[in-house]
Structure formats: C-alpha cells, structure tokens
Nanobody, 124 residues
Framework: QVQLVESGGGLVQAGGSLRLSCAGSGRPFSSYTMGWFRQAPGKEREFVAGSLWRGGITYYADSVKGRFTISRDNAKNTVYLQMNSLKPEDTAVYYC?????????????????WGQGTQVTVSS
C-alpha cells in the first residue's frame, strides 16, 4: 500500500508554469506505475500523464502533449508534473495516483491509490 500527497498547485497566469509534486510513503514507488489526473468542476476525472513503474516510458493525453512532462525519482518516492504554457482550460484539481500495472492505464479505475489533490488555476 502507498499513501500519496500532492503539492505545488496554485494560481498562475496563462502561459506560465507550475511544477506539481507527489510524495509517497509506504511501499516503494518503483513498484507502481504512476499517473496524473485532473478534474474540472462539472467534468469527469481525466488522464493527464503517466510513467511506467520501471521508469523511462511515459504517456500523455493529447491535450497536454508537448507542454507537460512527467518524471519520477524512485529513490525519493516522488513523481513530478512539470506544466508549461498553461492555459485557462488546464484549470482543475490535479491528482496523482498509483497502479500495480505493467502498462500505463489511462482509465482512473485502474489506479488503486490516490492523493487528495491540489488545485491549479490558470487565469486568462
């Protein structure tokens, strides 16, 4: 089992950047495929980016490809989401999640462990 805590959210102007962090405790991160999801008001939770458990393989939603970068430091049990060129439509609560998977799932149901979320607001 793993416990996840996100940080780094905030208010930023369009075109700006933020870096989210997700720190884990419990079972080592190296055991899990990690994902970032987001949920805007009135919308379903959607996949943003994922990193395979063994590292080096990532997957992005089309809406963030080229702007967001997921990375992980298994030694620190931390996964990051660098967000550049932010747009107002990126405004949402961002969640990190962990899955015991040999691939990178894009469906939220595949992830067993979730953080509490961090708010990202992008003003126009």
């Amino acid at each position: 089992q793993v416990q996840l805590v996100e940080s780094g959210g905030g208010l930023v102007q369009a075109g700006g950047s933020l870096r989210l962090s997700c720190a884990g405790s419990g079972r080592p991160f190296s055991s899990y495929t990690m994902g970032w999801f987001r949920q805007a008001p009135g919308k379903e939770r959607e996949f943003v980016a994922g990193s395979l458990w063994r590292g080096g393989i990532t997957y992005y939603a089309d809406s963030v490809k080229g702007r967001f970068t997921i990375s992980r430091d298994n030694a620190k049990n931390t996964v990051y989401l660098q967000m550049n060129s932010l747009k107002p439509e990126d405004t949402a609560v961002y969640y990190c999640a962990a899955a015991s998977s040999t691939y990178i799932p894009s469906n939220a149901g595949a992830y067993a462990y979730w953080g509490q979320g961090t708010q990202v607001t992008v003003s126009s």
